[in-house]
């Protein structure tokens, strides 16, 4: 080292270390600092073309308000539901998810129907009124549905087994109130709904009035076949041209030339010349066109193939072949494939796909398709697939360079992106070119790129080389190209690792001499900065500046107005704690606050920052904003949820570049989704703009009168910091009470509530003190328990309590009761909320009890016991008999037993009694009760055939009971003022023999007492008189019985003294 270059090592050093003791300096950006006027946004231009990756495969759609919606399959992390066109992918409806068979539109709202979820519980159905999903209560039995509304009534069609409540078959219908079976009689399938003034149009499968036929009428008055009846399977119908069109797999015996489409105009079938020859699923009209696909079965291990035909007056025309496609989704209902027409397009869903080749370009899409009039291209063309990639921008204009880059349209090594979002091919795939692009500038108008260490310049529509030397990195200011990597010589010009091309002619910027290679270089206006890795060197225009020395390691720079950004593993550089981010302003350096919590790959300055791309989750402790975050100069700035990748879900998606313009910041890597919303494979664009900190969505709850439920309502909120979210309050209800337990609200309906309560929660971000409103939605349904159909054995010509609510529980508490009972062939009857049914008079029997329950709250079901006899040679009922105590009685316990063909019986044995004695006497049972028993002796006899040896046990029921004294009324005549003694016992009867004593007595006129166990009864001293004595006699055994004693008086003779005169 000589002198001068001792001297300069001194003072840089000298530099350094007055830096090194300085305050750091906060960093600033580059450009004049902006307050966004408008909010961030992730750009939605960019869905993958093939949806058999990572992202929504749409079935079915249909039309509501200019809108594309529809059940979505979601692959790979992607959540299914019901999900809308955007316009430039598909989007999910928040709330509802699950496997969604059919939507339609009813009463202004979109209905959806199949296995759903709705705040983690299971439905059938619910509806979308543009703002909340709303659920309906019934539970349907899991089959595939198809929903159509028809004179503002909703219709489910499926299977013959779907069952809704009360109602079964294969076509239901609601009317706001309950359902109702509305094909009975009719079984099949059903695959296609049409509504029309004069009625319902049905495509499927049935049998009507015993003929088999693929499509029926409602008339409003009855069903009928169309057109004299179709033979087969009808999976689309359509009406134009005041025409009723089917397509499917059928023929006619009406119409020979018939076959898989046809149109019918009322009085006659056009079959379109002979129809088409394979199955056709769907069918489309556009612009006065009509349009198939049809399915084409080949051997294995060929595809099955769907052709795109179009009727031409008088002949199809083939004009495209879809493959089919290895879906994630069972495509279990007709049609599985699709044809739309929206906005004067052609779409084609469903599990297809295609792939056009030619020698330079490519072609490819699957699952939703649009029609170009000679051609397919999927809907959503602008993701991209490339293994490495370099981007340049001019302007709006970008320009990526790879090895092999493809999109649904194309692929090429150098492709332009428009500003509105159209790729373009610049130069076409080779795979003779170079594979591995590190690096693309647009200087003027020529393209420089590196491809595996070598630069290339575009000319001729191809690669050219343009240097043999080892090139590592690019950059251009102030007009001037900068090519930088590890040579002596560069196209015959001595250059030590870095040379610049001004259009003319190349000159050498020699390096510092303490660089053996430079790996990075980045320029801005005059200032050139420049990194082996481990070193960080300045040209100012006139001389260089080593910033500096021994960092481990550096991987980014860029630079800005006043300084320069630099990024890598290090964590200090010039003994500044400057953790994998560090910026020079010029005469220091200083860290930037927080850590980044992973690895950085690319800085770039945008219009209102610096970008910070990586393999990282957010800031530590800090900011979540998967592989992006935002440098304002003082705060770091997440990316609306930042970037994801399905194939690692646990893990953070990784940015690798990234590419400015005026008015966004352009993002490469390994992702499929951005803003935990978009699909974006491997490329997006995000519009410069601050995001909302903090976003509250709807959330759904469902309980069951009067219970409550508990709503984690900030489980599905989402902020950039996300372990700070607070809920604050939430609003008052209606019908019921609502109170905050830490991040879940806590709702409990009025106890006779049923129905939708709507509440408003606020959530809170304190560190950024924003807040947010959403609303919760709670379904307070009536629980009506499910009553499945039973099967159950009886004994033939016995009585048999059946208890079908046993065991059933309403979760609102309410009482079930069974309402009405029926029994096809024996007798039913309701006691106690039980069933007690009397089988037929037949030895071998089946019988079917229908009954139905109510909880009295609206809602009521009906079940059926399925009933079969027992087989059996002796079947001995139950007898019941009285007595009173203490007499014996004799039971013919035979006479309602049943034996084969009336083969004799016996009875051979009888338990012992507890309260008496039983014994045999001549085939009856002869009981005698104890003297003092009163009460139930329950027995077990057996009887057997005497012909076969078989036996049969029943009981024998006695109710010992105790006799009541009777007593007979009295009638007697006395004296006034007369005292007279009664023996009422006389008159007294008691069959147990018990002794019967006198309890109380009491008169109307005079009065009575109890002496000796006789009445002593003192008449009243007037005349006439008539007194009734009533009195009580007891037997001592709880029997007691009023008697009573009419009392007259006997004429009163008035007797004056005798005198003599």
Do not use: C
């Not at 699709?338 to 397009?345: A, S």
Request: hydrophobic share 40%.
């Amino acid at each position: 080292m000589n002198k001068p270059s001792k001297i300069i090592v001194l003072i840089t050093l000298m530099a350094l270390l007055v830096g090194a003791l300085q305050r750091p300096v906060a960093p600033v950006i580059a450009s004049e600092p902006q307050i966004p006027t408008s909010p961030g946004t992730w750009s939605q231009a960019f869905a993958d073309p093939l949806k058999l990756d990572p992202g929504y495969m749409p079935l079915r759609p249909i039309e509501w308000n200019g809108t594309l919606y529809a059940g979505i399959v979601g692959v790979d992390g992607f959540e299914p539901g019901v999900g809308y066109w955007s316009g430039q992918q598909w989007l999910k409806l928040d709330g509802l998810s699950g496997e969604v068979d059919s939507v339609v539109v009813h009463q202004n709202r979109l209905f959806a129907a199949g296995r759903l979820t709705l705040g983690g519980n299971h439905i059938s159905i619910a509806f979308w009124d543009g703002n909340l999903w709303t659920a309906m209560p019934t539970q349907f039995s899991p089959n595939i549905f198809i929903l159509a509304s028809h004179n503002d009534q909703l219709y489910v069609g499926g299977y013959s087994e779907q069952i809704a409540d009360q109602a079964s078959g294969l076509l239901l219908r609601w009317d706001d109130t309950q359902w109702h079976p509305v094909a009975e009689g009719i079984f099949g399938a059903v695959m296609s709904i049409l509504s029309r003034p004069d009625g319902l149009y049905l495509g499927g499968v049935f049998q009507l009035n015993g003929q088999n036929t693929g499509l029926i009428h409602w008339n409003g008055a009855q069903w009928q076949s169309v057109g004299g009846g179709v033979q087969g399977m009808v999976m689309d119908v359509e009406w134009a041209n005041d025409q009723l069109y089917i397509s499917g797999k059928f023929t006619s015996t009406l119409e020979p030339t018939m076959q898989n489409i046809a149109a019918w105009n009322g009085t006659s079938w056009n079959t379109f010349g002979t129809g088409i020859v394979s199955p056709t699923h769907n069918l489309a009209l556009l612009d006065g066109d009509l349009y198939a696909l049809s399915q084409t079965d080949r051997p294995y291990p060929y595809q099955t193939i769907y052709q795109l035909q179009r009727w031409d007056a008088t002949h199809w025309t083939t004009l495209s072949n879809l493959s089919e496609t290895s879906s994630v989704l069972n495509w279990s209902r007709y049609p599985d494939v699709v044809l739309v027409n929206y906005q004067q397009e052609l779409l084609a869903f469903g599990p297809i796909g295609f792939v056009d080749r030619n020698v330079q370009t490519l072609r490819w899409g699957d699952s939703a398709l649009r029609w170009k009039g000679n051609s397919w291209e999927a809907m959503t063309p602008n993701g991209i697939s490339a293994m490495k990639l370099a981007l340049a921008v001019d302007g709006e204009d970008v320009y990526a360079a790879s090895g092999r880059m493809t999109w649904g349209n194309g692929q090429a090594s150098l492709a332009h992106l428009s500003p509105n979002n159209q790729w373009q091919l610049l130069i076409a795939y080779d795979s003779q070119q170079p594979q591995y692009a590190q690096a693309l500038q647009k200087y003027q108008q020529n393209f420089f790129s590196i491809y595996n260490s070598t630069l290339y310049q575009a000319v001729n529509n191809a690669w050219n080389q343009a240097s043999p030397a080892t090139v590592e990195s690019l950059a251009q200011a102030n007009d001037l190209l900068y090519v930088a990597g590890d040579f002596e010589q560069f196209n015959g010009v001595t250059a030590r690792n870095l040379v610049t091309w001004n259009g003319t002619q190349w000159q050498a910027l020699n390096t510092p001499a303490s660089f053996d290679r430079v790996v990075i270089v980045e320029a801005h206006g005059d200032d050139v900065y420049i990194s082996d890795g481990f070193q960080l060197a300045h040209w100012n225009g006139s001389q260089w500046t080593t910033l500096a020395t021994n960092v481990v390691n550096i991987g980014s720079i860029e630079p800005t107005a006043n300084g320069v950004y630099i990024a890598g593993t290090f964590s200090s550089v010039g003994g500044i704690a400057t953790p994998k981010i560090a910026y020079w302003n010029g005469t220091a350096w200083s860290g930037l606050t927080g850590e980044i919590d992973g690895s950085i790959y690319d800085l770039e300055m945008g219009a209102d920052g610096l970008y910070v791309a990586g393999w990282f989750r957010g800031i530590i402790n800090g900011i979540y904003s998967p592989g992006i975050l935002r440098w304002d100069g003082t705060t770091w700035h997440g990316l609306g949820g930042g970037v994801k990748s399905s194939a690692t879900p646990n893990q953070p998606g990784a940015v690798t570049l990234l590419a400015a313009t005026p008015t966004r910041m352009l993002l490469y890597g390994s992702f499929d989704r951005v803003g935990n919303t978009y699909e974006s494979k491997q490329i997006a664009a995000w519009e410069y703009g601050n995001e909302p900190l903090i976003k509250a969505k709807s959330d759904y709850g469902l309980t069951y009168r009067p219970q409550s439920v508990t709503v984690n309502v900030l489980a599905n909120d989402w902020s950039d910091q996300p372990n700070q979210l607070q809920l604050v309050s939430v609003s008052s209800p209606s019908h019921g009470t609502a109170v905050i337990n830490g991040n879940s609200v806590v709702y409990r309906p009025e106890a006779q509530f049923e129905g939708v309560e709507t509440l408003t929660y606020v959530v809170r971000d304190p560190i950024n003190a924003v807040t947010s409103t959403a609303q919760l939605q709670v379904h307070v349904w009536n629980h009506f328990p499910s009553i499945a159909d039973q099967e159950q054995a009886v004994y033939p010509f016995t009585e048999t309590l059946l208890d079908p609510l046993d065991g059933l529980i309403d979760l609102n508490g309410d009482s079930l009761t069974i309402t009405q009972a029926s029994a096809v062939s024996g007798t039913v009857t309701i006691v106690n909320n039980q069933l007690r049914y009397m089988p037929p008079n037949q030895h071998h029997f089946t019988d079917v009890v229908t009954y139905r329950v109510s909880d009295g709250h609206g809602g009521q079901q009906s079940a059926r016991i399925n009933i079969h006899s027992i087989d059996t040679i002796v079947t001995a009922t139950a007898d019941y008999a009285t007595t009173y105590r203490p007499y014996s009685v004799r039971v013919d316990v035979i006479a309602n037993d049943w034996t084969i063909n009336g083969e004799p019986l016996a009875v051979v044995a009888v338990d012992a009694a507890i309260h008496g004695t039983a014994t045999i006497s001549g085939n009856q049972v002869h009981y005698i009760p104890a003297e003092t028993f009163q009460g139930t002796e329950t027995l077990t006899y057996t009887v057997r055939n005497q012909t076969r040896g078989i036996t049969a046990t029943a009981t024998l029921t006695i109710e010992v009971q105790n006799h009541v004294p009777t007593v007979a009324p009295i009638t007697i005549t006395v004296q006034p003022n007369s005292i007279t003694t009664l023996n009422v016992m006389a008159n007294a009867v008691d069959l147990n023999g018990d002794q019967l004593t006198i309890t109380q007595a009491s008169t109307t006129a005079g009065t009575v007492a109890v002496v000796n166990n006789r009445l002593r009864y003192t008449a009243p001293n007037s005349y006439p008189f008539v007194a009734t004595i009533s009195y009580t006699i007891n037997d001592g055994h709880g029997g007691s019985q009023v008697g009573t004693i009419v009392v007259n008086s006997v004429k009163y003779h008035l007797f004056l003294p005798y005198t003599i005169k």
